[in-house]
């Protein structure tokens, strides 16, 4: 019996061991003094791999963006060397318009804000489409895109006529994305919600003290694709 019990309690660990293998592997890249930092936008140059996920950490919970870099690799680009410079940290969704989308990505320091605004990229041409959840680069006109984005509330297709090229989408949180506080809507001077150019001057102190209750994204985290599991052949 007692030989019996010391062969099933074998079994039972090695069972576990082997289910243990089979999970996928995860990792993540941190912001790290091996990153560069996001003040200075010209060492921010990367190629971003082909596919990756980012999981965003915010005031009202987390959601991820998964990226296709075929889809607009500029915006992807830039996208991915601004999340691997934790550039995103303490950024505020300034500009919610529900049914519309939600934007964000001006520094709440002034003084990173400054050094962004002209490091523009060249447009990429639209391969996909503004759909529910698509994320895609702010532009005020051809080749002006630096730092700004918005998700799609809803299917916004008219805007892939004007320019915008969405380079990923929410894969995962979405509902999260959905409660962003949109009290403010449509930011000064055609609204009542934050003046961007405020925003680039004064940073975070404006608007923690004109407008207490914007959201904000405590964390951007690049997480890499799925590893296959140790006892995959094809690994």
Same mark, same amino acid.
């Given at each position: 019996?007692?030989?019996?019990?010391?062969?099933?309690?074998?079994?039972?660990?090695?069972?576990?061991?082997?289910?243990?293998?089979?999970?996928? /592997?995860?990792?993540?890249?941190?912001? +790290?003094?091996?990153?560069?930092?996001?003040?200075?936008?010209?060492?921010?140059? /990367?190629?971003?791999?082909?596919? *990756?996920?980012?999981?965003?950490?915010?005031?009202?919970?987390?959601?991820?963006?998964? =990226?296709?870099? +075929?889809?607009?690799?500029?915006?992807?680009?830039?996208?991915?060397?601004?999340?691997?410079?934790?550039? *995103?940290?303490?950024? /505020?969704?300034?500009? =919610?318009?529900?049914?519309?989308?939600?934007?964000?990505?001006?520094?709440?320091?002034?003084?990173?804000? /400054?050094?962004?605004?002209?490091?523009?990229?060249?447009?990429?041409?639209?391969?996909?489409?503004?759909? &529910?959840?698509?994320?895609?680069?702010?532009?005020?006109?051809?080749?002006?895109?630096?730092?700004?984005?918005?998700?799609?509330? %809803?299917?916004?297709? &008219?805007?892939? +006529?004007?320019? *915008?090229?969405?380079?990923?989408?929410?894969?995962?949180?979405?509902?999260?994305?959905?409660?962003?506080?949109?009290?403010?809507?449509?930011?000064?001077?055609?609204?009542?919600?934050?003046?961007?150019?405020?925003?680039?001057?004064? %940073?975070?102190?404006?608007?923690?003290?004109? *407008?207490?209750?914007?959201?904000?994204?405590?964390?951007?985290?690049?997480?890499?694709?799925?590893?296959?599991?140790?006892?995959?052949?094809?690994?």
């Amino acid at each position: 019996m007692i030989n019996l019990l010391c062969a099933l309690g074998l079994l039972a660990a090695v069972v576990a061991t082997k289910a243990e293998n089979a999970k996928p /592997a995860v990792t993540r890249e941190k912001p +790290s003094t091996a990153s560069p930092g996001f003040a200075d936008p010209a060492k921010l140059t /990367a190629k971003a791999p082909a596919t *990756f996920k980012v999981q965003f950490e915010t005031t009202k919970g987390k959601f991820t963006i998964e =990226v296709t870099r +075929s889809l607009a690799p500029n915006g992807a680009d830039r996208f991915y060397n601004l999340v691997r410079s934790g550039y *995103f940290t303490g950024v /505020a969704f300034f500009r =919610v318009i529900p049914g519309f989308m939600c934007q964000f990505g001006i520094h709440g320091d002034p003084s990173v804000s /400054a050094k962004w605004r002209a490091a523009t990229i060249p447009d990429d041409p639209v391969k996909g489409s503004n759909t &529910r959840g698509t994320i895609t680069f702010a532009t005020a006109g051809p080749n002006t895109r630096t730092t700004q984005l918005f998700i799609n509330f %809803g299917d916004n297709t &008219r805007l892939d +006529s004007d320019g *915008f090229a969405p380079f990923g989408k929410v894969s995962e949180g979405m509902n999260v994305v959905d409660k962003i506080n949109g009290e403010y809507g449509e930011g000064a001077p055609a609204g009542n919600g934050p003046d961007q150019m405020r925003i680039q001057r004064e %940073g975070n102190a404006y608007l923690k003290k004109d *407008f207490p209750n914007l959201d904000y994204i405590k964390s951007a985290t690049i997480v890499s694709r799925e590893l296959p599991a140790k006892n995959d052949p094809i690994r």
